[in-house]
């Protein structure tokens, strides 16, 4: 949804100034699992729209890695410089990968969730950036009855880029395509998307922002990897030793 809002921030707006992006997505599906599925198509189809449209490829650029395997992940992670960990606080879906974004000296935009809350503890939250609500925010909205659509017409950006989804540029003519996505986020959107959906754009400028200065993208990625020695093998199995096997070290 951020990268169609950027796509027609050029198209209709006519905007200039948006920071050059190439946003990587890399993944599978379980063949039953449907909705995957379709969010892997949503990704390879706005990569399309994007990547075939010389007045918008030349600044942003969509590429999805199928079959996501630790080989891939390799080529991967020392070629980000950021690593996006949008997990719905409360989830514990964001962990491992975000750590070895981080060793390899990927930046992390993120929620507090899973090993996000950590890592930004260790590297200081100065050096992290934050959106989205926490756990017990999370927990109080859908006690309290949450109401995508509401959220939806009254963002009117936010409408834009959710109604494009059933545009024809996007769907190929194909006004059913994305239909039970839209309708999913309109009518239940389990992990509070549109909730933390403009905390998460704002949090972006703010990546741009920083992006423009290499000097202070510089610092804040040697901090990252400097600061991740409670990520590291070494530090892991020292923990094993004292704390499960009651082991010490053999002097040989």
């Known amino acids: 949804l951020h990268i169609l809002s950027l796509y027609m921030r050029i198209k ?23 909705m995957a599925k379709r969010i892997i198509k949503l990704i390879t189809a706005v990569g399309d729209l994007i990547n075939n ?7 942003l650029k969509v590429v999805f890695l199928p079959n996501f395997s630790v080989k891939l992940a390799q080529q991967v992670y020392p070629g980000a410089d950021l690593s996006e960990q949008i997990s719905m606080a409360g989830k514990e879906a964001s962990g491992t990968g975000n750590m070895k974004f981080a060793l390899n000296g990927a930046l992390t935009v993120g929620t507090l969730d899973g090993a996000n809350v950590e890592i930004r503890e260790e590297v200081g939250e100065e050096n992290f950036f934050l959106f989205g609500l926490t756990t017990e925010e ?3 909205k859908k006690a309290q009855g949450y109401h995508p659509y509401k959220i939806y017409s009254e963002n009117q950006k936010l409408k834009r880029v959710i109604d494009f989804l059933m545009a024809n540029e996007l769907t190929n003519r194909d006004p059913e395509l994305f239909r039970s996505i839209y309708d999913n986020l309109l009518n239940q959107d389990p992990y509070l998307l549109l909730e933390d959906y403009q905390s998460y754009v704002d949090q972006m400028e703010q990546v741009y922002k920083v992006w423009q200065d290499p000097e202070q993208w510089a610092r804040m990625s040697i901090l990252n990897v400097a600061n991740r020695g409670k990520f590291t093998s070494d530090r892991s199995i020292q923990d094993y ?6 082991v010490k070290p053999v002097k040989v």
């Open 12 to 34: 209709k707006d006519k905007e200039t100034g948006i920071t050059p992006t190439a946003f990587v997505f890399a993944g599978k599906a379980a063949p039953g699992y449907f």
């Open 53 to 59: 449209d010389p007045e918008v490829n030349k600044i």
């Open 138 to 140: 999370v927990a109080n």
């Open 241 to 246: 030793c004292e704390k499960i096997w009651k």
